[in-house]
């Protein structure tokens, strides 16, 4: 570390099946305080999961056995994501639907996982609003980053879905967030809401934009839409995408922050 660069500090624990990591760079990450902070956002995220998994007999979700939530009735946290799910159903025009989605142990029931994520880390993200520090933190490919003014931004890579070892592309941003979904890490499971099937016509989408949750909810409705999703991401105000195809076609919307090299089609 030289003489003009901030101190960094990396986390990672294993929450909601995935690695999550927190970096930090500023001049108390070697500090308790901030580790102590660290450590609530892990706990909040491993309640949000044993809240909302649809794996654990034992969550919310998991007792009502597919069921959804009554509003009226349930938790605020459980209210507050039934309620955000239906939000992002309209602004989807239903392409995310969590209403009617194959469960883990068979049928079909609510399941708001394609949401839960990145809410979740954007929610327990409070935890690390430092003054002088900048944050990234990365759960699967979700990624929320904020930057302390006249600090250098991070840089994320955009991982080739076709060859997880290569980059299609690296984004540099300060604040705000970068969401991928598709068929790379888990296979094709994201629904069609339409169809009732695993949509396949997508390998994966990148969405970079202010909300974590909404670059999330828009990656996931995308995958779902299939191949001419990206003119409904060019219209989404605020967010850029990558798309790549089943076909291993690469094409962005034109306000995507990447190289031009990226964005261009190329071949599979």
């Given at each position: 570390?030289?003489?003009?660069?901030?101190?960094?500090?990396?986390?990672?624990?294993?929450?909601?099946?995935?690695?999550?990591?927190?970096?930090?760079?500023?001049?108390?990450?070697?500090?308790?305080?901030?580790?102590?902070?660290?450590?609530?956002?892990?706990?909040?995220?491993?309640?949000?999961?044993?809240?909302?998994?649809?794996?654990?007999?034992?969550?919310?979700?998991?007792?009502?056995?597919?069921?959804?939530?009554?509003?009226?009735?349930?938790?605020?946290?459980?209210?507050?994501?039934?309620?955000?799910?239906?939000?992002?159903?309209?602004?989807?025009?239903?392409?995310?639907?969590?209403?009617?989605?194959?469960?883990?142990?068979?049928?079909?029931?609510?399941?708001?996982?394609?949401?839960?994520?990145?809410?979740?880390?954007?929610?327990?993200?409070?935890?690390?609003?430092?003054?002088?520090?900048?944050?990234?933190?990365?759960?699967?490919g979700d990624v929320l980053l904020r930057t302390a003014p006249g600090r250098p931004a991070w840089r994320v890579g955009i991982e080739d879905p076709d060859r997880p070892e290569r980059l299609l592309d690296v984004?540099?941003?300060?604040?705000?967030?970068?969401?991928?979904?598709?068929?790379?890490?888990?296979?094709?499971?994201?629904?069609?809401?339409?169809?009732?099937?695993?949509?396949?016509?997508v390998r994966s989408v990148t969405v970079v934009g202010p909300e974590l949750l909404w670059a999330d909810v828009y990656a996931t409705a995308a995958v779902a839409r299939g191949a001419d999703a990206l003119d409904?991401?060019?219209?989404?105000?605020?967010?850029?995408?990558?798309?790549?195809?089943?076909?291993?076609?690469?094409?962005?919307?034109?306000?995507?922050?990447?190289?031009?090299?990226?964005?261009?089609?190329?071949?599979?």
């Amino acid at each position: 570390m030289s003489g003009t660069e901030p101190d960094r500090r990396a986390w990672v624990a294993q929450v909601m099946g995935l690695p999550v990591s927190v970096h930090l760079r500023g001049p108390g990450v070697r500090t308790d305080a901030v580790a102590e902070r660290v450590e609530r956002v892990f706990a909040e995220l491993r309640t949000v999961d044993a809240t909302f998994s649809t794996y654990r007999p034992d969550s919310v979700l998991g007792r009502l056995g597919g069921a959804m939530p009554d509003p009226a009735a349930a938790e605020p946290l459980v209210r507050e994501v039934v309620e955000r799910c239906e939000a992002a159903r309209v602004r989807t025009g239903g392409w995310f639907d969590a209403r009617r989605l194959p469960l883990p142990g068979g049928g079909t029931g609510f399941d708001p996982s394609g949401l839960v994520k990145g809410w979740a880390v954007e929610r327990a993200a409070r935890w690390l609003a430092l003054p002088d520090h900048d944050l990234c933190l990365i759960a699967g490919g979700d990624v929320l980053l904020r930057t302390a003014p006249g600090r250098p931004a991070w840089r994320v890579g955009i991982e080739d879905p076709d060859r997880p070892e290569r980059l299609l592309d690296v984004v540099t941003r300060a604040h705000g967030a970068v969401a991928t979904s598709g068929t790379a890490r888990r296979g094709a499971h994201i629904t069609d809401p339409r169809a009732g099937r695993p949509a396949e016509a997508v390998r994966s989408v990148t969405v970079v934009g202010p909300e974590l949750l909404w670059a999330d909810v828009y990656a996931t409705a995308a995958v779902a839409r299939g191949a001419d999703a990206l003119d409904w991401l060019a219209a989404l105000d605020g967010y850029a995408a990558l798309l790549v195809d089943a076909a291993g076609r690469v094409r962005a919307t034109p306000n995507w922050p990447g190289s031009r090299a990226a964005a261009q089609t190329r071949a599979a």
